[in-house]
């Protein structure tokens, strides 16, 4: 079982519904949390960086954290087809440098 | 600010050779870290160093290793490339050793023949 897991879609919503991403781990030494955005043959675009619980807002975008049960979730407000990439979460666990544990991954498409 | 930089941007090689990848960080920044993404495997950690010191290693053979320079810059590399070694091999860099922010550059597609 991977430490962490992301539900790969892909996902399809129209232009200005609201989205949500979510990923669990199983590893609780995390405490560190990441959301990137990676658009097709680019790399991955830091979104949203947050520690431990708790919310944090970012313009269009939320990013939550449950600690409790190891579960984190992106939301993408007013959803544009310049939004249509793959949303990656990422971790860090105390003690491990910047080593970060991806997830797989989320397809999203905004379609107009 | 110039972002991460890597290079070559592309590279097609054969198996058996070997291979090696530039990465430049963000100015300032200190710690280079390398991730190799494949469709099947996602994004996996490399290793990482911070200040000329490897600081972290993945589950990799020893065939994969790295090194960074007092300037930051880092280069890793790959001998006895395998068809299994083709991938993206991205870089990131962030401005201390340790939770903070980081940077990927565009990467490297690598295809093994």
């Known amino acids: 079982q991977k430490e962490v897991e992301q539900d790969p879609g892909p996902l399809s919503v129209p232009e200005g519904a609201i989205v949500s991403l979510n990923c669990t781990y199983s590893?609780?030494?995390?405490?560190?949390f990441m959301w990137y955005r990676q658009y097709s043959r680019k790399g991955p675009e830091l979104l949203m960086y947050?520690?431990?619980?708790g919310n944090k807002e970012d313009g269009r975008f939320t990013a939550q954290v449950d600690k409790s049960s190891k579960y984190i979730s992106l939301f993408i407000r007013d959803s544009q087809p310049s939004d249509s990439a793959t949303y990656l979460c990422?971790?860090?666990?105390?003690?491990?440098?910047?080593?970060?544990?991806f997830g797989t991954g989320t397809q999203l498409k905004v379609e107009l | 600010k110039a972002g991460v930089t890597q290079t070559p941007r592309y590279l097609i090689k054969t198996r058996g050779q070997q291979v090696t990848l530039s990465c430049s960080p963000i100015?300032?920044?200190?710690?280079v870290s390398w991730y190799q993404q494949t469709p099947g495997q996602g994004l996996q950690f490399l290793f990482e160093?911070?200040?000329?010191?490897?600081?972290n290693k993945g589950n990799f053979p020893g065939r994969f290793s790295g090194r960074q320079f007092s300037n930051s810059r880092s280069e890793m590399n790959v001998s006895t490339l395998e068809l299994g070694d083709s991938a993206l091999y991205l870089c990131?860099?962030?401005?201390?050793?340790?939770?903070?922010?980081?940077?990927f550059g565009p990467g490297t597609r690598l295809t093994v023949l």
């Open positions: 990131a860099s962030s401005l201390r050793g340790a939770h903070n922010e980081q940077f």
């Open positions: 590893n609780s030494a995390f405490q560190y």
């Open positions: 947050t520690y431990s619980s």
């Open positions: 990422a971790m860090s666990a105390a003690g491990g440098g910047n080593k970060l544990t």
């Open positions: 100015s300032g920044h200190r710690s």
């Open positions: 160093y911070f200040s000329e010191t490897q600081r």
